[in-house]
């Protein structure tokens, strides 16, 4: 009985230790919600850059009048590790997210090779203030939790 109860601590403990990277909850510098460009205004926005359901990226329509998609291009977020300049990078990049004052944010895509190749900033908008076209495409897919009505 002595060694068992060697060996099952240990078990134990290795299972523990062997947890993936991709299974640890990984978490962003900003609130969990849909961010739109700070000159967007939420009720108009046809793009913006979204943070729930442990995902990151981009949630838009696309076409004349924004009238196809939407397009989901979210992400399940893994890992989030801080850059030599204050920003998160999102999984193995190439997005990275920083906080700001006031409510407010920066995404950007980062290339190691080419440097920074866009940036926008942003700010956080209620689902509630969302046109219902983006409210309820956003909900129909997991991102966001249904409006109590």
């Not at 060697?6 to 078990?11: F, G, L, T």
């Not at 838009?60 to 030599?84: C, D, I, V």
């Amino acid at each position: 009985m002595g060694r068992l109860n060697r060996i099952v601590p240990a078990i134990i403990i290795g299972a523990c230790l062997s947890v993936p990277v991709g299974a640890q909850t990984a978490k962003l510098p900003i609130a969990e919600g849909v961010w739109v460009k700070t000159d967007t205004k939420c009720e108009t926005a046809y793009i913006a850059q979204v943070y729930g359901a442990k995902r990151f990226g981009t949630f838009y329509f696309y076409g004349p009048k924004q009238s196809m998609g939407p397009a989901n291009e979210t992400e399940a977020l893994t890992r989030a590790s801080k850059t030599k300049d204050g920003f998160v990078m999102v999984n193995e990049g190439p997005l990275e997210v920083a906080s700001r004052p006031n409510g407010k944010a920066v995404v950007r895509a980062n290339s190691p090779s080419q440097g920074v190749q866009w940036t926008e900033q942003v700010r956080l908008c209620p689902p509630a203030n969302l046109s219902r076209k983006m409210r309820d495409a956003l909900t129909k897919s997991g991102l966001v939790k249904a409006a109590a009505r």
